[in-house]
């Protein structure tokens, strides 16, 4: 069975740090799209980063450009989302995500995966003023 299990959220002031870690089991990174969304109630889910297995190529939501940093560890199918600088506005339940399949990242972090992508559970964060 094809699962990921995001962890590493919590509560913070803001100005903080976190890192959310995701580990992927039943599948391998291989040259998919590794990818983190975050949705807080009354909002559209949001893509703010995404990474390409196959090119090395990351994007980034204006709203976290310069504060988040993904990174991957494929030798621990794991994949990570840093956190710097957090603001009130960065309080979401944030997802760990894998396309199916090769995806442009740029495309995959505005919406454009497929119903067959791999969804993890949510990892609350909460960033207070």
């Known amino acids: 069975e094809v699962q990921l299990q995001a962890s590493g959220g919590g509560s913070v002031q803001a100005g903080g740090s976190l890192r959310l870690s995701c580990v992927a089991s039943?599948?391998?990174?291989?040259?998919?799209?590794i990818a983190w969304f975050r949705q807080t109630p009354g909002k559209e889910r949001e893509g703010i980063s995404c990474?390409?297995?196959?090119?090395?190529?990351?994007v980034y939501a204006d709203s976290v450009k310069g504060r988040f940093t993904i990174f991957t560890d494929s030798a621990r199918s794991t994949a990570y989302l840093q956190m710097n600088s957090l603001k009130p506005e960065d309080t979401a339940v944030y997802y760990c995500?894998?396309?199916?399949?090769?995806?442009?990242?740029?495309?995959?972090?505005?919406?454009?995966?497929?119903?067959?992508?791999?969804w993890g559970k949510g990892t609350l964060v909460t960033v207070s003023s």
């Open positions: 990474a390409s297995m196959r090119d090395g190529v990351t």
């Open positions: 039943g599948l391998t990174f291989g040259d998919r799209t």
């Open positions: 995500v894998m396309s199916r399949h090769p995806f442009d990242p740029q495309h995959f972090c505005s919406g454009f995966g497929s119903p067959m992508d791999t």
